[in-house]
């Protein structure tokens, strides 16, 4: 849908009100860097006003490409852009740097945890490495089929006073900064997960039905009402116009995310017919009978029903298997990235084929207890069996299944077989989430 014209305007959410009980904190000044000099645990949210949205992206690709944006502070540096429109790095204190993109440059604000944000400080950069940014640190957000509330991810919990529930029995709560509950709940709030492109502009009174209300205040007098229903979510600020309405993202799919590489020779008329045995719920492009696309060399993919480009080919299903855990890993929360920096090359993957399933899948996987990691093998090729034509010389299948748990388990560990590129290869990585057995 079209973007409502008021959706350019975000709650003030760090702006002093006159209904403030508190004085509103000074603003601060942003410090000379544009960034922070170690982002370690730090999380990066890509905006877009079309759809209302976050979506999160690896930091490292937007550090990796900070040294060569040529920074000129400047004025003049074009006019906004929607989609995406700015960005926010948030650091483990909550301190926070919020980047606006206009189409010649980018805008800087910072700000100390439970303080406002400075001034915006503008800055000219290099075109050419400013589109190669979008590309790489954007581009993949697109196909995303989940999404972030936008107003959510916005919130601070360094400027929250209380948070008030009452569930869809009645019942009340009241939560304040420093219980371990209020720290829970709001980060499950940032973390609530949507469908992409399901975002509506409702008017602030609407009401759903079974739903559990939620109420956060901030400091400076604005305050959130969010209603939780089993399928939707309506979120509204005491100081915007209307609401936002979403439709809820299904938690754990059975199959998520398995895109599939082509790499022939040459360029190269390819044919990927995929006999999911359950149903598809997403597909980028879209799969009709099977996909008929272009193949080059680099990776690079044109479809042939519309002439899009693309790096890979996305799909998503939903159904009922049966998962064998004999074997395989339970690796803490906290401690999945490193692991699958460590195992994903063992499996064949590429760094560039590894890095995009980190950055998918450890933002589902890190805050969990712990994760109990198997990665299939005959069972996920009949459940999804690839044909591709012309016939590949090497393909790899690398499909992960979890299940968050607990407790940890022992269980012996896998192995895998080296995997060689040869000739016309295909390469496939996706992924299972199990819904947690109650310990």
Same mark, same amino acid.
């Given at each position: 849908?079209?973007?409502?014209?008021?959706?350019?305007?975000?709650?003030?959410?760090?702006?002093?009100?006159?209904?403030?009980?508190?004085?509103?904190?000074?603003?601060?000044?942003?410090?000379?860097?544009?960034?922070?000099?170690? @982002? #370690?645990?730090?999380?990066?949210? +890509?905006? /877009?006003?079309?759809?209302? &949205? !976050?979506?999160?992206?690896?930091? *490292?690709?937007?550090?990796?490409?900070?040294?060569?944006?040529?920074?000129?502070?400047?004025?003049?540096?074009?006019?906004?852009?929607?989609?995406?429109?700015?960005?926010?790095?948030?650091?483990?204190?909550?301190?926070?740097?919020?980047?606006?993109?206009?189409?010649?440059?980018?805008?800087?604000?910072?700000?100390?945890?439970?303080?406002?944000?400075?001034?915006?400080?503008?800055?000219?950069?290099?075109?050419?490495?400013?589109?190669?940014?979008?590309?790489?640190?954007?581009?993949?957000?697109?196909?995303?089929?989940?999404?972030?509330?936008?107003?959510?991810?916005?919130?601070?919990?360094?400027?929250?006073?209380?948070?008030?529930?009452?569930?869809?029995?009645?019942?009340?709560?009241?939560?304040?900064?420093?219980?371990?509950? @209020? #720290?829970?709940?709001?980060?499950? +709030?940032? /973390?609530?997960?949507?469908? &992409? !492109?399901?975002?509506?502009?409702? *008017?602030?009174?609407?009401?759903?039905?079974?739903?559990?209300?939620?109420?956060?205040?901030?400091?400076?007098?604005?305050?959130?009402?969010?209603?939780?229903?089993?399928?939707?979510?309506?979120?509204?600020?005491?100081?915007?116009?209307?609401?936002?309405?979403?439709?809820?993202?299904?938690?754990?799919?059975?199959?998520?995310?398995?895109?599939?590489?082509?790499?022939?020779?040459?360029?190269?008329?390819?044919?990927?017919?995929?006999?999911?045995?359950?149903?598809?719920?997403?597909?980028?492009?879209?799969?009709?009978?099977?996909?008929?696309?272009?193949?080059?060399?680099?990776?690079?993919?044109?479809?042939?029903?519309?002439?899009?480009?693309?790096?890979?080919?996305?799909?998503?299903?939903?159904?009922?298997?049966?998962?064998? @855990? #004999?074997?395989?890993?339970?690796?803490?929360?906290?401690?999945?990235?490193?692991?699958?920096?460590?195992?994903?090359?063992?499996?064949?993957?590429?760094?560039?084929?590894?890095?995009?399933?980190?950055?998918?899948?450890?933002?589902?996987?890190?805050?969990?207890?712990?994760?109990?990691?198997?990665?299939?093998?005959?069972?996920?090729?009949?459940?999804?069996?690839?044909?591709?034509?012309?016939?590949?010389?090497?393909?790899?299948?690398?499909?992960?299944?979890?299940?968050?748990?607990?407790?940890?388990?022992?269980?012996?560990?896998?192995?895998?077989?080296?995997?060689?590129?040869?000739?016309?290869?295909?390469?496939?990585?996706?992924?299972?989430?199990?819904?947690?057995?109650?310990?």
């Amino acid at each position: 849908m079209e973007a409502p014209t008021e959706a350019l305007t975000e709650p003030a959410i760090g702006t002093p009100v006159s209904s403030s009980s508190e004085p509103a904190a000074p603003a601060q000044v942003l410090p000379d860097s544009f960034m922070p000099a170690d @982002f #370690s645990g730090a999380t990066l949210f +890509l905006y /877009r006003i079309s759809d209302m &949205a !976050g979506t999160e992206v690896d930091p *490292a690709i937007f550090f990796e490409y900070s040294s060569k944006l040529g920074l000129e502070q400047s004025e003049e540096v074009g006019e906004p852009l929607d989609n995406p429109d700015s960005m926010t790095l948030t650091l483990p204190d909550d301190s926070r740097y919020t980047y606006q993109f206009y189409t010649e440059g980018i805008g800087v604000q910072y700000a100390e945890p439970g303080k406002d944000a400075g001034e915006e400080r503008r800055y000219r950069v290099n075109q050419t490495v400013y589109t190669e940014l979008k590309n790489d640190c954007w581009s993949d957000t697109v196909v995303q089929p989940d999404v972030h509330p936008r107003w959510t991810l916005l919130m601070r919990a360094s400027k929250a006073e209380e948070i008030r529930i009452t569930s869809m029995a009645g019942e009340e709560s009241r939560l304040l900064p420093g219980e371990e509950s @209020f #720290s829970c709940t709001f980060e499950e +709030l940032q /973390r609530m997960r949507v469908n &992409a !492109g399901s975002f509506q502009q409702v *008017a602030p009174e609407t009401r759903l039905e079974d739903a559990e209300i939620i109420q956060i205040r901030f400091y400076n007098g604005i305050r959130y009402d969010i209603q939780r229903g089993p399928r939707e979510v309506v979120i509204a600020s005491s100081d915007m116009p209307y609401a936002c309405r979403y439709a809820l993202f299904r938690n754990n799919p059975d199959t998520a995310k398995p895109v599939i590489y082509l790499y022939p020779e040459q360029p190269t008329d390819v044919s990927v017919r995929l006999d999911y045995q359950g149903k598809f719920t997403y597909t980028y492009p879209a799969y009709n009978d099977g996909w008929q696309v272009t193949a080059y060399p680099d990776g690079r993919l044109v479809n042939k029903a519309d002439g899009s480009e693309h790096y890979y080919l996305f799909w998503e299903g939903s159904g009922q298997f049966d998962w064998d @855990f #004999s074997s395989g890993f339970c690796v803490p929360g906290p401690e999945t990235e490193g692991f699958l920096r460590k195992v994903l090359p063992q499996t064949g993957l590429l760094p560039r084929e590894y890095n995009d399933f980190i950055t998918y899948w450890v933002p589902r996987m890190q805050h969990n207890r712990y994760n109990l990691i198997h990665f299939a093998g005959e069972p996920y090729e009949r459940l999804a069996p690839l044909t591709v034509t012309p016939s590949p010389d090497a393909i790899l299948r690398v499909h992960m299944v979890y299940r968050p748990l607990a407790s940890p388990v022992e269980l012996p560990p896998q192995t895998f077989e080296p995997f060689e590129r040869n000739g016309f290869t295909v390469v496939e990585w996706g992924g299972s989430s199990i819904r947690a057995k109650s310990d």
